[in-house]
């Protein structure tokens, strides 16, 4: 296809764009896990298209939302693994759109490189089709950007976009409120994708043997354990949807506790979270240990082992945590909503 497409002189200023083409044609068949009939262009146009299928919504709001997987990359760098991130890149927008109550319907990605590695690229994208397999959502499009002198030539950055859709009346509304509702808790399958600067410092990550199984992590290392991808919550969030009432959805990421949850409570109310109810995981306490972190910072950066809370009426707290455990999350109630100006209290 690309035959005649060949410069020397581009080659000689380290662009490879027959790297490119070849990276294309590598990432294919990860793309084609995600492609439905939805899906009216394929890969290679100027634009990626999606035919939008409204039946059964009267009043179609789009929710976009977009991210990178930030510093955690150094860590993938580190570990000569890349199949992940991608993972990571896709969820931090579609967990995020999810709090509006909208189900994702396509992402895009944008990776930018020192040298364009084709099995190194297609690996990346391997991730974000998985992580669209994981969100319903198809991958229509993305980019990939050779940038010598500007990265060097083992990284890359990683960043994308999603677009979802919500009818207008469904739109999550935080109005209704009160004391006395339940805030749910969904747990975490690590670090996710924040805070990476702080965990680097803490563990020294460039000069430490982060590849050394430790006990404290059930015999995984550091690396392993800090690459863990970040969870999608959206197929069981869509189910929950369904079948009650939500009033309110927080993704926690960078600002942990302190800063995430507040965005989903109306002004007036707090959230009144019972800390020895909350799961945290071990890796939290090694980083809190090994980079004397104290407690306030821990839940003021980290997920400290919950990815999301839902608020709901206390009455219907059991049928939300039923149909989560169905849909395959071990949720629990994690605290309430309290009429306070502070808010969010851990205690």
Do not use: W
């Not at 469904?170 to 747990?187: E, F, H, W, Y």
């Not at 003021?300 to 039923?322: C, F, P, Q, R, W």
């Amino acid at each position: 296809m690309h035959n005649n497409s060949k410069s020397d002189s581009y080659a000689a200023a380290g662009v490879d764009i027959t790297a490119g083409y070849r990276a294309v044609e590598l990432m294919k068949q990860h793309i084609a896990r995600t492609t439905t009939s939805a899906c009216i262009s394929g890969i290679g146009g100027f634009g990626g298209l999606f035919e939008l299928d409204l039946k059964g919504i009267e009043n179609p709001v789009l929710v976009s939302g977009t991210d990178g997987v930030g510093t955690k990359l150094k860590l993938a760098f580190l570990m000569d693994k890349h199949d992940t991130v991608g993972i990571d890149c896709v969820a931090m927008c579609v967990n995020d759109i999810i709090c509006a109550g909208a189900r994702p319907l396509f992402f895009l990605d944008y990776i930018a490189c020192g040298k364009n590695v084709p099995e190194k690229i297609a690996a990346i994208v391997s991730g974000v089709a998985e992580g669209c397999v994981q969100s319903g959502a198809s991958l229509i499009g993305g980019e990939t950007a050779e940038m010598p002198g500007f990265y060097p030539v083992d990284e890359y950055d990683l960043a994308g976009f999603s677009v979802g859709v919500v009818d207008k009346s469904k739109i999550l509304d935080n109005s209704k409120i009160t004391a006395g509702d339940v805030i749910i808790a969904l747990p975490s399958s690590g670090v996710h994708s924040n805070g990476f600067s702080l965990v680097r410092k803490v563990f020294d990550v460039e000069n430490a043997d982060i590849k050394k199984p430790v006990a404290e992590l059930g015999g995984k290392s550091v690396g392993e354990t800090l690459l863990t991808p970040t969870k999608i919550y959206v197929k069981p969030m869509l189910a929950l949807f369904d079948e009650i009432t939500v009033k309110g959805v927080s993704h926690i990421t960078g600002g942990g506790f302190f800063e995430n949850i507040p965005r989903s409570l109306p002004a007036g109310f707090g959230a009144n979270i019972c800390k020895n109810d909350i799961k945290v995981l071990p890796i939290f306490d090694l980083i809190a240990k090994a980079g004397n972190v104290p407690e306030r910072d821990m839940f003021n950066t980290y997920n400290m082992g919950v990815g999301m809370s839902i608020t709901v009426d206390k009455n219907d707290a059991d049928k939300a945590l039923e149909i989560l455990k169905a849909n395959g999350e071990d949720a629990y109630i994690v605290g309430e909503v309290i009429k306070s100006d502070d808010a969010c209290i851990i205690k």
